[in-house]
């Protein structure tokens, strides 16, 4: 066989000498074995050497053609039989390790069953040559089908008609190949239109896998909305319905415009160059851009940190516009092809909306092309129309074109524009529709030229465990939170939240907030005062009444108070719950803030929000609300609370039959704080508890718990509306009972979301964990709980305290980040104690560490809040010394410090 070398290949391989070596040889798996690698490194070279992409991936095709034809012509399969390249690889698309994907087409008089005579040569001589490419370092994907085989195939699967359009001859029987082709053709087998409906829908249904955004932080460059496979979708449907070969041959067909074509030929390059890199940096096939990557990849690519954003998040933002460049483009793209293909025998007339627009089949339509050129505000017209006509499915493709065209009149004069402005206040205060079309204004471009501060966080990640989304993505979905709030049907998921948006006299304020939130993120300093200043602007601009404006802006300025104050503080603390009181001045604040914070956290991550955050922010809430009713001039008193908690629990254990005496006996022996940090039911549940264990001997109530055992009193029980699972435990006071108990709960895979203690004056504790399972839920299992009672028992009752082994390890994403330990002290004088706030990488055990380091230094607990952010921790702990008194000694603090970073750095 003489093959035929292009010029270009000839610096990449000498084929030639190839293919002499080959002739001569015995077999032909270490010459080809030997050139596949050569042509592997050859190619990194290039790569490095900043080659052109398109060339490198074409390059790479046509090479790996001329190692098949040499393999296919030693095993002389070229007699009735035929070599095809689907797929990728049939359009002369090959990345370092993508499938090499194959049909080996025989005639039907070879029947691969039989193997007799002459065919069974061909059957062994087909085995060798499929082996052969897996042992020369080819990852194949192959079928071997006759003529008749791959039509009844395609007939019932789209994937497999796709591959087959995109098929081509690498060697072997011509004939073979076109009797294929010519039986693949829309009037044979899958008509233009039903083609192309089952590729919106499988593209939907792709969509839904990656939650319909591009925005995961792990995105996927092939599969996810904006990548590779949708450029593909529109040159499947393309081929099906013109012919066309190339997405290029589509601007004559005046389908695609000359600059659409060249962004979805500069979107895809740049996904092109991704995807080499990846493959390389991998070495092997992989498509998901995993933390793993992301920082060697932003490297490689030349990106570097600089103030605000790092070199990482620079790389990720540009990916993500340029996804979502490309996703916009497939939206209208496809919608033309339904028009064109789907909807074109449809006789229904176009319906007029108003002067400027029409619903057309279902779409809403500009009436002529020079409508936004004569009426620029019609850019927020139309998102208004959609809003207030639910019956319209969106807008028709030669409009999204229009709009995108028309993006740049929306400049300073049109935001000046008393028409502009009313309309996009109008858009916020519709009854349905504002999620739907602030996002479809985002695809647009619309909303980012509405708001230039706006266009500044599209794309924008922040690379953390804790953040799901990029920026503007976590912006549209708190605003659908808040949404969802004033939604009926909704309301059985955040019923406290439904019931004030019921209240909330106006909602387009909340929706406002929840755009300029975190609009100042990426520029430096602290996002939540740029935005405040940008809320401040735009609500002046649109001519909003003083105190709305200051409304809005206030609740982008202190958008994070209050979830930090409620995971950060001790809300039982009348002290804590005054001055955040004192800090949100009335009710109404009140209410946009809470129904702005549980929007914000639930649209972090799918993880993130739980019932216990939910629980803590119902209580502060109304916690809050009380003492706003009651007037700030009069705070409660810390003697007037124990009085009236003592009141409360006394009353109620009285109507449970329990002796007043014996009550008052056990309190007489607990310290004002204990009435202070736990609630009323807790004090009920514990008394009862105690008071039970020692019903049969009274005069033991002050004495230490069942000392001839020294078995503790352990209590469990899940509290669904405060958001987790209470441990009570009741024991002898030892300096090890935190490092021990929080080192058990994590080894049974627990997360501890606060622990309070007291120690009263007969030598005994009140240990209380609030627990949650590691994803988040109640521990309600009965035999669940046992487990978790007797381990602690067991581990409790030894005489020598000995860490637990770990029971999980980090996972593959926590492994990517690192946080520098921080420890702040902050001394509360008021209270006699101090305040320790320790950030460090969420490791499993943290909190037995830093109980081990409180140990050494002699530091008593008096009460822990957990707050975990993705990767990161941000805990608060209470602490004295060892005579109960508030730390104020820097030497003292330092000690404490050292410790905690060098038994927290030791888990790394």
């Given at each position: 066989?003489?093959?035929?070398?292009?010029?270009?290949?000839?610096?990449?391989?000498?084929?030639?000498?190839?293919?002499?070596?080959?002739?001569?040889?015995?077999?032909?798996?270490?010459?080809?074995?030997?050139?596949?690698?050569?042509?592997?490194?050859?190619?990194?070279?290039?790569?490095?050497?900043?080659?052109?992409?398109?060339?490198?991936?074409?390059?790479?095709?046509?090479?790996?053609?001329?190692?098949?034809?040499?393999?296919?012509?030693?095993?002389?399969?070229?007699?009735?039989?035929?070599?095809?390249?689907?797929?990728?690889?049939?359009?002369?698309?090959?990345?370092?390790?993508?499938?090499?994907?194959?049909?080996?087409?025989?005639?039907?008089?070879?029947?691969?069953?039989?193997?007799?005579?002459?065919?069974?040569?061909?059957?062994?001589?087909?085995?060798?040559?499929?082996?052969?490419?897996?042992?020369?370092?080819?990852?194949?994907?192959?079928?071997?089908?006759?003529?008749?085989?791959?039509?009844?195939?395609?007939?019932?699967?789209?994937?497999?008609?796709?591959?087959?359009?995109?098929?081509?001859?690498?060697?072997?029987?011509?004939?073979?190949?076109?009797?294929?082709?010519?039986?693949?053709?829309?009037?044979?087998?899958?008509?233009?239109?039903?083609?192309?409906?089952?590729?919106?829908?499988?593209?939907?249904?792709?969509?839904?896998?990656?939650?319909?955004?591009?925005?995961?932080?792990?995105?996927?460059?092939?599969?996810?909305?904006?990548?590779?496979?949708?450029?593909?979708?529109?040159?499947?449907?393309?081929?099906?319905?013109?012919?066309?070969?190339?997405?290029?041959?589509?601007?004559?067909?005046?389908?695609?415009?000359?600059?659409?074509?060249?962004?979805?030929?500069?979107?895809?390059?740049?996904?092109?160059?991704?995807?080499?890199?990846?493959?390389?940096?991998?070495?092997?096939?992989?498509?998901?851009?995993?933390?793993?990557?992301?920082?060697?990849?932003?490297?490689?690519?030349?990106?570097?940190?600089?103030?605000?954003?790092?070199?990482?998040?620079?790389?990720?933002?540009?990916?993500?516009?340029?996804?979502?460049?490309?996703?916009?483009?497939?939206?209208?793209?496809?919608?033309?092809?339904?028009?064109?293909?789907?909807?074109?025998?449809?006789?229904?007339?176009?319906?007029?909306?108003?002067?400027?627009?029409?619903?057309?089949?279902?779409?809403?339509?500009?009436?002529?092309?020079?409508?936004?050129?004569?009426?620029?505000?019609?850019?927020?017209?139309?998102?208004?129309?959609?809003?207030?006509?639910?019956?319209?499915?969106?807008?028709?493709?030669?409009?999204?074109?229009?709009?995108?065209?028309?993006?740049?009149?929306?400049?300073?004069?049109?935001?000046?524009?008393?028409?502009?402005?009313?309309?996009?206040?109008?858009?916020?205060?519709?009854?349905?529709?504002?999620?739907?079309?602030?996002?479809?204004?985002?695809?647009?471009?619309?909303?980012?030229?509405?708001?230039?501060?706006?266009?500044?966080?599209?794309?924008?990640?922040?690379?953390?465990?804790?953040?799901?989304?990029?920026?503007?993505?976590?912006?549209?979905?708190?605003?659908?939170?808040?949404?969802?709030?004033?939604?009926?049907?909704?309301?059985?998921?955040?019923?406290?939240?439904?019931?004030?948006?019921?209240?909330?006299?106006?909602?387009?304020?909340?929706?406002?907030?929840?755009?300029?939130?975190?609009?100042?993120?990426?520029?430096?300093?602290?996002?939540?005062?740029?935005?405040?200043?940008?809320?401040?602007?735009?609500?002046?601009?649109?001519?909003?009444?003083?105190?709305?404006?200051?409304?809005?802006?206030?609740?982008?300025?202190?958008?994070?108070?209050?979830?930090?104050?409620?995971?950060?503080?001790?809300?039982?603390?009348?002290?804590?719950?005054?001055?955040?009181?004192?800090?949100?001045?009335?009710?109404?604040?009140?209410?946009?803030?809470?129904?702005?914070?549980?929007?914000?956290?639930?649209?972090?991550?799918?993880?993130?929000?739980?019932?216990?955050?939910?629980?803590?922010?119902?209580?502060?809430?109304?916690?809050?609300?009380?003492?706003?009713?009651?007037?700030?001039?009069?705070?409660?008193?810390?003697?007037?609370?124990?009085?009236?908690?003592?009141?409360?629990?006394?009353?109620?254990?009285?109507?449970?039959?329990?002796?007043?005496?014996?009550?008052?006996?056990?309190?007489?022996?607990?310290?004002?704080?204990?009435?202070?940090?736990?609630?009323?039911?807790?004090?009920?549940w514990q008394t009862e508890t105690i008071l039970d264990v020692y019903k049969q001997d009274p005069e033991r109530i002050l004495c230490t718990p069942d000392l001839t055992s020294k078995k503790p009193i352990i209590l469990i029980k899940p509290h669904e509306e405060r958001g987790g699972t209470e441990i009570f435990i009741y024991t002898l006071e030892v300096d090890h009972l935190f490092a021990m108990v929080t080192a058990t709960?994590?080894?049974?895979?627990?997360?501890?979301?606060?622990?309070?203690?007291?120690?009263?004056?007969?030598?005994?504790?009140?240990?209380?964990?609030?627990?949650?399972?590691?994803?988040?839920?109640?521990?309600?299992?009965?035999?669940?709980?046992?487990?978790?009672?007797?381990?602690l028992e067991e581990k409790l009752s030894q005489e020598k305290f000995a860490f637990p082994a770990l029971a999980h390890r980090l996972s593959r994403t926590e492994k990517q980040f690192s946080h520098k330990t921080t420890v702040h002290f902050d001394e509360d004088l008021e209270n006699n104690q101090t305040l320790m706030t320790i950030t460090a990488s969420n490791r499993p055990a943290l909190l037995s560490h830093i109980g081990q380091a409180l140990i050494e230094c002699h530091v008593h607990l008096d009460n822990a809040k957990i707050s975990t952010f993705g990767e990161k921790v941000e805990d608060v702990f209470i602490i004295r010394d060892e005579n109960k008194q508030i730390i104020t000694d820097i030497k003292k603090q330092e000690a404490?410090?050292?410790?905690?970073?060098?038994?927290?750095?030791?888990?790394?």
């Open positions: 066989m003489q093959l035929v070398i292009p010029p270009s290949l000839e610096l990449l391989f000498d084929f030639s000498e190839l293919e002499a070596e080959l002739a001569e040889s015995k077999t032909p798996l270490l010459p080809l074995k030997k050139a596949v690698k050569s042509i592997y490194e050859k190619q990194i070279e290039q790569f490095q050497n900043k080659q052109n992409i398109v060339h490198l991936i074409k390059e790479r095709s046509q090479a790996i053609d001329i190692i098949l034809s040499m393999a296919w012509s030693y095993y002389n399969l070229g007699e009735n039989a035929a070599l095809l390249a689907v797929g990728g690889y049939g359009r002369g698309e090959l990345h370092p390790y993508s499938d090499v994907d194959l049909l080996l087409l025989h005639d039907a008089e070879h029947d691969l069953e039989d193997e007799s005579g002459a065919n069974k040569e061909f059957v062994d001589n087909l085995h060798f040559f499929i082996a052969l490419l897996w042992d020369i370092g080819l990852e194949i994907g192959h079928s071997v089908r006759t003529v008749d085989e791959c039509i009844k195939e395609a007939e019932n699967d789209i994937t497999i008609i796709s591959n087959l359009m995109e098929s081509r001859l690498i060697t072997g029987d011509k004939t073979l190949y076109e009797q294929l082709s010519s039986q693949l053709g829309p009037e044979n087998i899958w008509p233009t239109k039903d083609f192309t409906a089952a590729k919106i829908q499988e593209k939907n249904k792709r969509y839904l896998k990656f939650n319909e955004t591009a925005y995961n932080l792990e995105p996927n460059i092939k599969e996810g909305p904006g990548g590779l496979r949708d450029i593909q979708i529109i040159g499947w449907v393309a081929k099906r319905h013109f012919g066309v070969e190339s997405l290029k041959d589509l601007v004559g067909h005046n389908f695609l415009t000359l600059n659409e074509y060249e962004q979805l030929e500069q979107g895809q390059n740049f996904l092109w160059k991704i995807r080499f890199a990846l493959h390389v940096l991998c070495k092997r096939h992989e498509e998901r851009l995993l933390f793993d990557y992301q920082r060697e990849l932003a490297q490689q690519f030349g990106y570097t940190d600089c103030e605000g954003k790092l070199a990482v998040e620079s790389f990720m933002a540009d990916y993500y516009q340029n996804v979502m460049e490309l996703e916009r483009l497939n939206e209208m793209l496809l919608q033309y092809f339904q028009e064109v293909i789907i909807f074109s025998d449809s006789d229904a007339k176009p319906i007029k909306i108003n002067r400027r627009f029409i619903n057309y089949k279902g779409y809403i339509a500009a009436t002529n092309q020079s409508i936004f050129r004569n009426y620029p505000f019609a850019l927020l017209e139309i998102f208004l129309m959609l809003c207030q006509d639910p019956e319209l499915k969106g807008v028709r493709a030669s409009t999204i074109r229009l709009i995108r065209a028309h993006c740049y009149l929306i400049d300073d004069s049109f935001r000046k524009d008393l028409r502009c402005r009313t309309l996009f206040m109008e858009i916020l205060r519709q009854p349905f529709g504002i999620t739907h079309e602030m996002r479809r204004m985002n695809r647009y471009g619309v909303l980012a030229a509405y708001i230039p501060e706006f266009k500044q966080i599209v794309g924008q990640m922040q690379h953390d465990l804790y953040h799901a989304y990029t920026v503007d993505e976590h912006t549209l979905k708190v605003l659908r939170n808040a949404r969802r709030l004033f939604v009926p049907e909704h309301a059985h998921e955040l019923p406290l939240a439904s019931k004030v948006a019921h209240y909330l006299p106006k909602p387009e304020l909340l929706y406002l907030a929840a755009l300029f939130h975190d609009i100042g993120k990426g520029r430096g300093g602290r996002h939540e005062e740029l935005g405040a200043i940008d809320a401040e602007q735009f609500c002046q601009l649109h001519d909003l009444n003083l105190r709305d404006t200051r409304l809005v802006s206030w609740l982008v300025r202190n958008h994070l108070i209050m979830s930090m104050t409620a995971q950060r503080k001790d809300i039982n603390d009348p002290a804590v719950i005054h001055e955040f009181a004192l800090l949100v001045g009335e009710s109404q604040y009140l209410d946009y803030l809470y129904m702005l914070t549980v929007s914000d956290i639930r649209a972090t991550s799918p993880k993130v929000w739980n019932s216990w955050k939910d629980s803590l922010l119902t209580q502060l809430y109304n916690l809050t609300k009380i003492a706003l009713n009651k007037g700030l001039e009069n705070p409660l008193q810390h003697d007037e609370c124990i009085k009236d908690c003592k009141a409360i629990a006394l009353g109620k254990l009285l109507d449970n039959h329990y002796s007043q005496e014996n009550i008052t006996q056990l309190w007489s022996s607990l310290p004002k704080e204990y009435f202070i940090k736990f609630q009323v039911e807790e004090i009920i709960l994590s080894q049974l895979l627990l997360e501890v979301t606060e622990a309070k203690t007291v120690t009263s004056s007969n030598g005994c504790t009140y240990h209380t964990y609030f627990v949650l399972e590691g994803d988040g839920s109640i521990v309600t299992d009965n035999e669940r709980i046992e487990t978790i009672k007797q381990t404490i410090r050292r410790a905690i970073i060098r038994l927290v750095d030791e888990m790394e």
